[in-house]
């Protein structure tokens, strides 16, 4: 009887391990987002994450959409905390199937980004942002 409750309960077990596995290195999709990082932090209780909102502006003078996305990777954090006010493209994976927040508060994690340059204002229109000020010696 015991021998029976305790293969049910290392069945069960496995089951969950296979679950997360399974959750955490599939994919349910993957895009790009770009936009102006406005809020980054490093939060939890007990499972520290990486929380972010991007900013989405398509056309000067609408509405901005926000974009909340997680960030597993230290290293890629400190870098999208230093590009901070800076226009970014995000690369995203979006994961399904998480069942607890602990993984991050949203199912968008990001796995890379570009800052980029030039600003789309419609088709086939882009403004350049001007280079950076260099710094006076």
């Known amino acids: 009887m015991i021998k029976n409750i305790v293969i049910a309960v290392?069945?069960?077990?496995?089951l969950a391990v296979a679950w997360f596995a399974f959750a955490l290195n599939w994919s349910y999709s993957s895009g790009e987002?770009?936009?102006?990082?406005?809020?980054?932090?490093?939060k939890g209780w007990i499972?520290?994450?990486?929380?972010?909102?991007?900013?989405?502006?398509?056309?000067?003078?609408?509405?901005?959409?926000k974009f909340f996305f997680t960030v597993h990777d230290d290293a890629l954090a400190h870098k999208l905390s230093a590009a901070m006010g800076k226009r970014v493209s995000l690369h995203y994976e979006?994961?399904?199937?998480?069942?607890?927040?602990?993984?991050?508060?949203?199912?968008?994690f990001v796995t890379g980004f570009v800052e980029t340059t030039e600003?789309?204002?419609?088709s086939g229109v882009v403004v350049p942002t001007p280079p950076a000020a260099s710094a006076a010696k």
């Open 10 to 14: 290392v069945a069960l077990l496995l």
């Open 33 to 42: 987002r770009a936009g102006w990082v406005q809020k980054f932090s490093h």
């Open 47 to 65: 499972c520290k994450t990486w929380e972010g909102e991007l900013a989405l502006v398509s056309l000067p003078g609408s509405t901005t959409e």
């Open 94 to 108: 979006e994961k399904v199937g998480l069942p607890t927040s602990c993984f991050g508060e949203t199912r968008y």
């Open 119 to 122: 600003i789309p204002i419609g």
